[in-house]
């Protein structure tokens, strides 16, 4: 079990750009989730998928954010035209499908937007 | 909207003194519960989930914690802290058929040797 992975572990960009992140979730896993966290507060949903299929996305997913995941495995989150608000620790989790299991978090990308 | 409080933010303890921590959540049907912890520089791990049955559940590293259904809460323990204890932890609640988890905002742990 190498656990869930994301790359890149940080990123620094200035105003304007676009960034992507990658996740890479527990191989058995077919949920895969992403939240946002920043300074003194938990992590807030985002996104998640079961399988390819995007099931629910958060009001915080303005138009700026989008991810994907296109064969059912890794995931990728492309933040356009980024702000300074953006900067935070962009957080993925995996799961097995069904309400009786828990999510297994990755170590995050943390993006500072100068 | 599904929201979880979590009383204190920062709490310093001695070493052997008892630790609980406060955890309500509002949302009136089935919940699953979690607590997380996330120690210096990794990342967030499990230490310890409530679907159903027994509404005290043991947890890693002597924690528990208490569904009290009537109270909305789910208030994590430990008789005993210990330095390695340090950490920030985070309760999580998950309505049954949902997929995403809504946090508290995370109760800094300081133990003092």
């Known amino acids: 079990d190498t656990g869930v992975s994301q790359d890149p572990r940080h990123k620094i960009t200035k105003r304007g750009q676009n960034v992507t992140f990658r996740c890479d979730p527990i191989?058995?896993?077919?949920?895969l989730y992403w939240y946002r966290q920043t300074l003194g507060q938990g992590p807030e949903f985002l996104t998640y998928?079961?399988?390819?299929?995007?099931?629910?996305k958060s009001r915080l997913l303005s138009d700026r954010f989008s991810a994907e995941r296109p064969k059912g495995s890794f995931s990728t989150l492309e933040i356009q035209r980024t702000e300074q608000g953006d900067s935070a620790m962009y957080l993925c989790?995996?799961?097995?499908?069904?309400?009786?299991?828990?999510?297994?978090f990755g170590p995050g990308t943390r993006l500072t937007v100068t | 909207a599904q929201s979880v409080s979590q009383h204190n933010h920062h709490v310093i303890l001695s070493e052997a003194a008892s630790l609980e921590l406060g955890c309500n959540y509002s949302?009136?049907?089935?919940?699953?519960l979690f607590w997380y912890v996330q120690y210096p520089g990794q990342h967030l791990q499990l230490l310890l989930k409530?679907?159903?049955?027994?509404?005290l559940v043991k947890g890693i590293k002597g924690f528990e914690a208490e569904f009290i259904k009537s109270k909305f809460s789910f208030n994590l323990r430990k008789p005993s802290v210990q330095w390695s204890d340090t950490a920030e932890y985070f309760c999580?609640?998950?309505?049954?058929?949902?997929?995403?988890?809504?946090f508290g905002d995370g109760t800094t742990l300081t133990v003092k040797p």
């Open positions: 989790a995996s799961s097995f499908e069904g309400f009786a299991y828990e999510q297994y």
């Open positions: 409530y679907f159903s049955g027994d509404p």
């Open positions: 998928f079961q399988n390819e299929a995007q099931l629910e």
């Open positions: 999580a609640v998950n309505e049954r058929m949902a997929g995403k988890s809504t």
């Open positions: 191989s058995e896993h077919n949920r």
């Open positions: 949302y009136g049907g089935t919940v699953n």
